[in-house]
């Protein structure tokens, strides 16, 4: 068994990625990165500081954006350039 305890706990993943920048890729292939600010049951998720991405060029940034979690492929941690 894995040592990372998010490894097998998408639950705890989700939890302790709260507040942190974070990649949520659609089924579409639109990424969506920026700040998790909440998310329910259903992985309907609420964003900060929001920017999108189409093939990995940046199309529009966003102060706030909700997703519906029915088009969300996966989350994933973002790590930030130092600036």
């Not at 639950?11 to 990165?33: E, M």
């Amino acid at each position: 068994m894995s040592k990372n305890p998010n490894a097998s706990n998408p639950s705890a993943f989700l939890k302790n990625v709260l507040g942190r920048p974070v990649v949520v890729k659609l089924n579409s292939g639109v990424d969506y990165r920026g700040v998790l600010a909440c998310l329910d049951g259903f992985m309907n998720i609420a964003m900060e500081q929001t920017e999108e991405y189409h093939n990995g060029q940046l199309k529009a940034k966003y102060g706030d954006a909700f997703i519906r979690g029915n088009n969300v492929l996966y989350i994933s941690t973002l790590k930030r350039k130092p600036a």
